[in-house]
């Protein structure tokens, strides 16, 4: 299985969208510091992530979740979710 992921910083309050083999190991690599593009903004959330068969779905729907129609679907869908957090 392939995961797209969204993290939400604690720090800025802003996502990181990506995809991974590896979940489990992925949040883990995020959250110690191993990531240098989510170093600085620890500590990361896990707030969604969806299940692919195929990694080429996977990354297009990554790709998707980052273009402004996507971040703006996604604060739609976890409206709730980012309510409860602040």
């Known amino acids: 299985m392939y995961y797209v992921y969204v993290l939400l910083s604690q720090k800025d309050n802003k996502f990181y969208i990506g995809f ?5 190991r992925r ?7 191993k ?9 990361l959330k896990l707030i969604y992530y969806e299940a692919h068969l195929s990694q080429a779905d996977a990354m ?3 790709r998707y979740f980052k273009t402004t129609k996507g971040k703006s679907t996604l604060k739609q869908m976890l409206r709730d979710s980012l309510e409860k957090n602040n």
């Open 60 to 62: 297009r729907r990554e």
């Open 20 to 24: 991974t083999g590896e979940l489990k």
């Open 35 to 43: 990531n240098t593009s989510t170093k600085s903004r620890r500590p």
């Open 27 to 33: 949040l883990k690599e995020h959250n110690s510091g």
